[in-house]
């Protein structure tokens, strides 16, 4: 087996590690990871790294991410999604379009956003759900998030009207809730709101549309190999031989063309290094094809 990125359509009810279990056995190798997890009710974009590919997941977890999802509108839940057991109903029927999309708005590009209780952040070392699964009150402190996007496409009234269902897409940055989205949704609007669906479909240059099922995976595996992720996820520079010798030996060359990290690759189309500009010089942050 090779090293390259798998994009994984996750099923409902799997956890992400569920899927990296299930990857390792159709790849052949224990070397495989994901960058960045849906939660188990989540459907979706997964990426996992596969071998030296696993290198490259530290830079997709910090890519944006687009979901589509559905939010109801007067039920609140433990866990601000559909998972967890619902602690409060109030009645939605008096709320119009027009407060939604003015809550919407609220909620649209740079805010501060308080994480769900119940989510795998860490607390004195300890996940938060484990504390508020043993009966703790977590209070998690607030994060800066952008919200590029977010978009209604349908609302619907149900149970005569006295629930709503709105169907979304969010484009957010890395490290946003999409389900504490909907409780602040719901609390702005003094009717409490969870999350009863969600679909990732875009992790940074990642999408849907190249993901594949576990079940069509199971019977022809394909992953996008390390050079074409690689390329797909930086800015291209093409080596020389000397550079490439340089490189190869974890040596310093010219400064890239931009500041941002940039994939460098061999006269044969190999990918040798990400660099990173430092000064009149471009140093190798990872060194894929070392010298022999």
Same mark, same amino acid.
């Given at each position: 087996?090779? %090293?390259?990125?798998?994009?994984?359509?996750?099923?409902?009810?799997?956890?992400?590690?569920?899927?990296?279990?299930?990857?390792?056995?159709?790849?052949?190798?224990?070397?495989?990871?994901? /960058?960045?997890?849906?939660?188990?009710?989540?459907?979706?974009? $997964?990426?996992?790294?596969?071998?030296?590919?696993? *290198?490259?997941?530290?830079?997709?977890?910090?890519?944006?991410? &687009?979901?589509?999802? &559905?939010?109801?509108?007067?039920?609140?839940?433990?866990?601000?999604?559909?998972?967890?057991?619902?602690?409060?109903? #109030?009645?939605?029927?008096?709320?119009?379009?027009?407060?939604?999309?003015?809550?919407?708005?609220?909620?649209?590009?740079?805010? @501060?956003?308080?994480?769900?209780?119940?989510?795998?952040?860490?607390?004195?070392?300890?996940?938060?759900?484990?504390?508020? #699964?043993?009966?703790?009150?977590?209070?998690?402190?607030? =994060? %800066?998030?952008?919200?590029?996007?977010?978009?209604?496409?349908?609302?619907?009234?149900?149970?005569?009207?006295?629930?709503?269902?709105?169907?979304?897409?969010?484009?957010?940055?890395?490290?946003?809730?999409? =389900?504490? $989205?909907? #409780?602040?949704?719901?609390?702005?609007? /003094?009717?409490?709101?969870?999350?009863?669906?969600?679909?990732?479909?875009?992790?940074?240059?990642?999408?849907?549309?190249?993901? *594949?099922?576990? @079940?069509?995976?199971?019977?022809?595996?394909?992953?996008?190999?390390?050079?074409?992720?690689?390329?797909?996820?930086?800015? =291209? #520079?093409?080596?020389?031989?000397?550079?490439?010798? @340089?490189?190869?030996?974890? =040596?310093?060359? %010219?400064?890239?063309?931009?500041?941002?990290?940039?994939?460098?690759?061999?006269?044969?189309?190999?990918?040798?290094?990400?660099?990173?500009?430092?000064?009149?010089?471009?140093?190798?942050?990872?060194?894929?094809?070392?010298?022999?």
């Amino acid at each position: 087996m090779g %090293s390259g990125l798998v994009i994984v359509d996750k099923p409902q009810g799997w956890t992400s590690h569920d899927v990296v279990g299930r990857t390792r056995r159709l790849a052949g190798t224990r070397k495989v990871g994901h /960058a960045g997890t849906l939660d188990p009710m989540a459907t979706g974009v $997964l990426v996992l790294g596969i071998n030296k590919a696993t *290198r490259l997941l530290t830079y997709i977890v910090g890519a944006h991410k &687009t979901y589509t999802a &559905t939010i109801r509108l007067g039920e609140s839940t433990i866990t601000d999604d559909a998972e967890g057991e619902i602690v409060q109903t #109030r009645i939605a029927a008096a709320l119009t379009e027009e407060a939604i999309h003015a809550g919407i708005a609220k909620l649209t590009g740079d805010i @501060e956003q308080v994480p769900s209780s119940v989510s795998a952040i860490k607390v004195n070392g300890e996940r938060a759900y484990a504390r508020v #699964r043993a009966g703790e009150e977590v209070k998690l402190a607030a =994060r %800066s998030v952008t919200i590029r996007r977010f978009e209604v496409h349908d609302i619907r009234r149900e149970r005569g009207g006295k629930i709503l269902d709105i169907d979304v897409t969010v484009e957010c940055t890395s490290g946003t809730y999409i =389900r504490a $989205l909907a #409780r602040d949704l719901g609390e702005d609007l /003094a009717v409490g709101g969870h999350l009863t669906a969600l679909r990732r479909t875009e992790v940074g240059p990642y999408t849907l549309d190249k993901a *594949r099922t576990l @079940e069509q995976l199971a019977k022809d595996f394909e992953y996008l190999p390390l050079e074409d992720a690689a390329d797909a996820l930086f800015t =291209r #520079r093409d080596l020389t031989e000397k550079e490439r010798s @340089e490189l190869s030996f974890g =040596r310093r060359i %010219s400064s890239n063309e931009t500041d941002e990290v940039t994939a460098a690759f061999a006269p044969d189309g190999t990918l040798v290094a990400l660099l990173k500009n430092k000064g009149a010089e471009a140093k190798p942050e990872l060194v894929f094809a070392t010298a022999s």
